[in-house]
């Protein structure tokens, strides 16, 4: 899954509770791990890694798209 600024930035500006969640934190490690090999992440495969790091960024997208509907619904 591809991580557009503007993907981080809706969600950053959604997500409830952005800053202090495990599973954003999570997703910057991962991240981390898959693009340059840098990050506390020792136990996985990079290819473990990128299905992970998938599996929790559509997680908080989807967060994100609930959160940003009730607030903007009518």
């Not at 495990?22 to 490690?29: A, F, G, K, M």
């Not at 960024?57 to 009518?74: G, M, P, Q, R, W």
Request: charged residues 40%.
């Amino acid at each position: 899954m591809k991580m557009t600024e503007e993907f981080w930035d809706f969600i950053e500006e959604n997500l409830p509770d952005y800053y202090t969640r495990d599973d954003v934190l999570r997703i910057s490690n991962l991240r981390l791990f898959v693009d340059i090999e840098e990050s506390s992440i020792t136990n996985l495969t990079k290819e473990e890694a990128k299905e992970e790091l998938d599996r929790l960024s559509l997680k908080v997208y989807e967060e994100s798209i609930d959160a940003f509907t009730k607030k903007n619904s009518v």
